[in-house]
């Protein structure tokens, strides 16, 4: 069990201007929550500070110990030093933090840092030394626990978490309705944003180019009443504290307090408020945990406060916000007329702390709807369910297209260019990944007119999708039956197993099954019914059934609201203007800004102008893309780790809003992300297209998984540097169009290189001199297709076409795919060569000769990943097998250059040939020391392993003959007086 150990604090003072007396509450529970623990713990503690290498073997002798009457020494076992640390939230709740530890240790539970009283300490002995001063503390919680009548010790069964209950009166409280007294702030009747039957929705999201004292205020009561009118629909006080049925989140004390820990935190980080109202709280309630894995299950074992303590810290933050709204001079607003708040402004920490809390709202609505029937109640004064649920009836199993739910066509769509990106002087709060921009050339495609319904999903699960290895991806799978799972979270068997009839949990409901709603699952559920769709039916395209991708979602939304539209006018971002009352309303309605609190049927909103329904609002949808920063991204200081944690190539953008997203999240501009085994009020919408997905990775694998996941984290600065591709770094692509196609400039009489005495002429038309190699070894011709991997922009894949019929070829920079295409497509593609200082030449590419129309219409280019080469061998419809293949001055760039290297007696035909060019340039900032080829001293004999010499190694032990060794020199021009000179290897193999 990981228990708190945190100096004891005093509850704020209640609310002048709230006119109401708090609620009574009993006063045990003042000791309980501060330090309690047992003498296995104490044992702990007491041996970690004369030795600490002996802490592990400490905790093994306690394991017998009884914490609390909960007799679990596996619980005891887990507080160990490998614990210690912090990980990052990247779901939204990675507020700050300093993981300072008994010297260095590993990242661990945040739990665990707050048992350890570690708070922005930078000593053990510090934290040993509050510990000991709470050593009656201890004793007298330790002694309370001991005789609860109504706690842990009553139960039968018992968990770690069941601590926290029975701690002063508060379960009889929390039981039943809540009366007006709940609210800290206003109570719903009488709060911003209600209509007159009482009910409390959404307003519209601010314009802070007209900020008022009044507006604020309205905003903040909305957003905070709502907030609480949420969890008035806990029932009782187990749900505050047992944890999640995944294990993945906090309890839901933990988002109680933590939203408006928030707000003090980065208020005072912003230096709007001096000193905090809680510092204790303002510390265990700051950091959250990511989602991280699916089988991650260590992070709520913790003694939590007590309900009525948050209650009391809640009525001080609201004191203290409210006071900042009335009275801080930066909200002086020229007599009512309002002012502007920018992102330099001090009271951008204001307007964060607000969606923040709305980001929460609905994040916490998912835990409801994921928490036992039995411990949630419907809170007077919430919207509704959508009507559709009332007045009908609805069948438990075997709909009928058509009947129980519409007939879902394939709509096809015409291609264009979209942008992406808020800009800066946009009068709304943004967060950091919102801004910058991307121009993203989207193909023609076809979406499904619907997202999928629950009719349409009852197929695959009554088909056994869910027992079918086949259609899931290798993590999907695992986590699949990790779970155990064999029909979406959010179905409720009504019959006897293997019957397949359902019902359907809502929020605060279970409801009769309703076909026409959008199913609601994670991303491995929807490539799943994907790659069973593919199997069942076909795909109308040439390449498999898919989600959607970010650029192709706005491609869809209604015109009159789209991101070209916002940008012209922000009344144009729907959401600016429209409460949640009135969304549902007009030509461009929707479920969204919580004007329903259930998802509706997908046919009950007219359609986009390119007849695609919800394409906002209802639920969110998956995409193909990874969580990405856009060209120009920058951190916001106030907050500065609320999305680059989660730029990790782990999390899939979520898009379109649900009925539970507000203000920013109900946005044209919103891009938020999940982990692609997380539930979102989270549905889908199938595409297909014959060109790849105009979609953005940072990193290998797509969401291919966990094993990915279990890697080392990518720290911040690293996910910046790597990430040229997106950010499309234009003097790169520069350089790589001049190194491709050498000849250009010659209609501008701009040389490759300055003509000198001895110049080395011979290191030009390296991409060139690349494909010519491998047709000069004359590889068996079975299909005459050949693989360019690292394509760049192009210049090697144009001459291996001269020879081969077909030339697959992708790169992992989609600036450079998509600059190759545009030369293949005949546009006159300029580009600047560098001549001195700032001072450039702009030039025509030029191809070599031989390279025309036809020759160039035999390659297909997209973006990909080498070290997925055996996913794609496996799993890319029109992938293939090559005769011949070049990967050139790539290996020592590849995070792990066997995941690409074994994949080629897959993809390489008998007699076929690889050629390999490389200069063994082995950086850490790319590859992983223990993944380099050579390079390095035996750890052992010392001897010195070269790479030539282990590639030969690998190579013959894949089948293949080494029939070709070269140096090949190549020169990249930096300006017209420095040049890069390299000389690569150049090996050929042929497969035997």
């Keep these: 069990m990981i228990l708190q150990a945190a100096k004891k604090s005093t509850s704020s003072s209640t609310s002048a201007l709230r006119g109401k007396k708090p609620a009574v509450f009993t006063a045990a529970a003042a000791t309980r929550h501060h330090g309690i623990g047992s003498n296995a713990i104490r044992a702990f503690f007491s041996a970690s500070k004369n030795n600490y290498a002996s802490n592990a073997a400490v905790v093994s002798k306690a394991t017998n110990a009884s914490v609390l009457g909960v007799g679990n020494h596996n619980q005891v076992v887990r507080i160990t030093p490998s614990m210690l640390g912090l990980k990052y939230d990247c779901g939204h709740n990675n507020h700050a933090a300093a993981a300072t530890s008994f010297g260095r240790s590993p990242p661990g539970n ?24 709470e050593d009656a503390v201890y004793d007298a919680a330790v002694a309370g626990a001991d005789t609860m009548g109504n706690g842990v010790g009553s139960r039968s069964h018992q968990e770690a978490w069941m601590v926290n209950l029975g701690r002063g009166g508060n379960d009889e409280w929390l039981n039943g309705p809540r009366s007006e007294e709940w609210y800290t702030g206003l109570e719903p009747s009488v709060c911003p944003g209600v209509d007159e039957k009482g009910v409390l929705r959404s307003l519209p999201l601010p314009n802070l180019s007209a900020v008022t004292r009044e507006s604020a205020k309205d905003y903040f009561d909305n957003s905070w ?30 988002y109680y307090g933590h939203t408006p820990c928030l707000y003090i935190n980065k208020l005072r980080v912003a230096g709007v408020l001096s000193k905090p109202v809680n510092a204790h709280f303002e510390s265990i309630f700051e950091v959250g945990v990511d989602e991280m894995l699916w089988d991650d299950m260590n992070k709520n074992d913790m003694v939590w406060p007590t309900v009525s303590e948050v209650y009391e810290y809640r009525k001080g933050v609201y004191d203290a916000v409210v006071d900042v709204i009335m009275n801080h001079p930066s909200l002086d607003d020229n007599d009512g007329k309002g002012i502007v708040v920018t992102q330099d402004h001090p009271m951008w920490a204001l307007f964060l702390g607000f969606e923040h809390e709305r980001i929460h709202l609905e994040t916490s609505s998912v835990l409801f709807r994921e928490t036992a029937i039995e411990l949630v109640q419907r809170p007077k004064s919430w919207p509704g369910l959508h009507p559709s649920v009332y007045g009908s009836t609805s069948k438990g199993s075997e709909p009928v297209k058509g009947e129980d739910y519409p007939t879902n066509e394939m709509l096809p769509v015409e291609g264009k260019s979209v942008t992406l990106g808020k800009p800066l002087d946009f009068p709304s709060y943004g967060w950091d990944n919102e801004y910058g921009e991307r121009t993203i050339s989207v193909p023609d495609f076809q979406a499904s007119k619907y997202m999928i319904t629950n009719g349409e999903y009852w197929k695959f699960v009554a088909e056994g999708g869910y027992r079918n290895k086949d259609y899931w991806c290798e ?31 809502a929020i605060f409901e279970e409801i009769p099954m309703r076909w026409d709603w959008p199913v609601d699952v994670t991303y491995y559920e929807s490539k799943a019914y994907c790659r069973w769709k593919t199997e069942k039916d076909g795909s ?6 898919r989600v959607l991708t970010e650029a192709e979602h706005q491609v869809i939304r209604p015109q009159q ?18 409460s949640g009352a009135d969304f549902p309303n007009g030509q461009t309605g929707a479920n969204l800004n919580m004007a329903f609190s ?48 989660c730029f990790d190539g782990k999390h899939s953008l979520i898009v379109g809003g649900s009925f539970m997203s507000t203000g920013d999240e109900a946005s044209v501009f919103a891009r938020f992300h999940f982990r692609p085994h997380f539930l979102q009020h989270s549905g889908f919408r199938m595409v297909a297209s014959n060109e790849d997905a105009p979609a953005t990775h940072l990193f290998a694998g797509a969401f291919g998984g966990q094993v990915a996941a279990r890697d080392d984290a990518v720290s911040v600065e690293e996910v910046v540097d790597t990430n040229n591709n997106v950010y499309e770094n234009s003097d790169l692509l520069n350089m790589y169009l001049g190194l491709h196609f050498p000849l250009s400039g010659s209609k501008q009489n701009v040389n490759p290189m300055l003509e000198h005495g001895n110049s080395p002429i011979h290191g030009l038309r390296f991409p060139q001199r690349v494909a010519d190699l491998l047709c000069s070894l004359n590889p068996v011709r079975t299909n005459n297709r050949a693989l360019d991997v690292g394509c760049a922009v192009g210049g090697s894949s144009f001459e291996l076409a001269k020879s081969f019929d077909h030339v697959e070829a992708f790169d992992f920079s989609d600036n450079f795919v998509e600059a190759a295409k545009r030369v293949q497509s005949g546009e006159e593609l300029t580009f600047k060569v560098p001549i001195e200082g700032d001072i450039t030449e702009e030039v025509s590419v030029v191809h070599e000769s031989g390279v025309n129309a036809d020759v160039m219409e035999r390659v297909h280019f997209f973006q990909g990943d080498a070290c997925a080469l055996s996913e794609y061998a496996d799993n890319k419809l029109g992938f293939g097998t090559f005769d011949g293949v070049i990967l050139a001055n790539l290996l020592c760039r590849l995070p792990d250059p066997m995941a690409c290297l074994n994949a080629m007696p897959k993809i390489v035909n008998k007699g076929g040939v690889v050629v390999i060019v490389t200069p063994f340039t082995w950086l850490e900032d790319f590859t992983t020391r223990s993944k380099w080829l050579g390079g390095f001293n035996d750890p052992v004999s010392q001897e010195p392993m070269y790479s030539k010499d282990k590639l030969k190694e690998i190579m013959e032990g894949l089948g293949f003959e080494k029939i070709h060794e070269e140096q090949m020199p190549l020169v990249i021009r930096e300006h017209q007086r420095k040049y890069q000179y390299i000389i690569s290897e150049a090996t050929g193999w042929r497969k035997k």
């Design 598 to 645: 259930s998802h509706n049927p997908v046919d009950s909103f007219p359609p986009s102008h390119t007849g695609h329904h919800d394409t906002v609002g209802n639920a969110w949808e998956w995409t193909e893309d990874h969580f990405n920063p856009l060209k120009g991204f920058e951190v916001h200081h106030v907050y500065d780790d609320f999305s680059t944690p």
């Design 475 to 505: 993590d999907g799978w695992a986590w699949r039956s990790h779970r155990n799972m064999k029909w979406p979270f959010f179905w409720t068997p009504i019959g006897p197993q293997g019957s397949n009839e359902y019902g359907l949990r």
């Design 110 to 133: 945040p739990s665990t840092m707050a048992f350890l009283g570690i708070r922005a300490k930078s000593t053990a002995a510090t934290a040993f030394g509050q510990i000991e001063e």
């Design 540 to 545: 109308p395209t040439s390449k498999p059934y």
């Design 561 to 578: 609201h789209n991101l070209d539209a916002a940008r012209s006018s922000p009344s144009a971002d729907k959401v600016m203007v429209t």
């Design 225 to 254: 009443t709502l907030f609480e009118m949420l969890f008035a629909g806990l029932k009782g006080e187990e749900p505050f504290y047992r944890p999640p049925v995944h294990g993945l989140r906090h309890p839901q004390i933990f």
